[in-house]
Nanobody, 115 residues
Framework: QVQLVESGGDLVQAGGSLRLSCTAS????????MGWYRQAPGKQRDVVAV???????NYVDSVKGRFTISRDNAKNTVYLQMNSLRPEDTAVYYC?????????WGQGTQVTVSS
């Protein structure tokens, strides 16, 4: 079973940048759409960005123009470049397929943005 490992989270000041990585233990080329999700304390886990094998990307309105999702199938890795971070971006970030699958989650990586 393919496992996911997210990394790159940190504590940053508002306006700063981070690059998150999600590396799979197996091939992700068979998964057409991969997504980054986030979960803030007390809230549900929501998708923020999706990328397909063809390079099509989609974002929730709140991150458009600030976040960029990409994937490198040769490295079995999905990235999330986050710029102009805001305190409301604070959350645990996860990657998974899109739509997500039960049990197909990593441990997540914490992003904290201070004001």
């Amino acid at each position: 079973q393919v496992q996911l490992v997210e990394s790159g989270g940190d504590l940053v000041q508002a306006g700063g940048s981070l690059r998150l990585s999600c590396t799979a233990s197996g091939s992700i080329v068979v998964i057409n759409a991969m997504g980054w999700y986030r979960q803030a304390p007390g809230k549900q886990r929501d998708v923020v960005a999706v990328v397909t094998n063809g390079g099509t990307t989609n974002y929730v309105d709140s991150v458009k123009g600030r976040f960029t999702i990409s994937r490198d199938n040769a490295k079995n890795t999905v990235y999330l470049q986050m710029n102009s971070l805001r305190p409301e971006d604070t959350a645990v970030y996860y990657c998974s397929s899109y739509p997500s699958r039960i049990g197909f989650w990593g441990q997540g990586t914490q992003v904290t943005v201070s004001s």
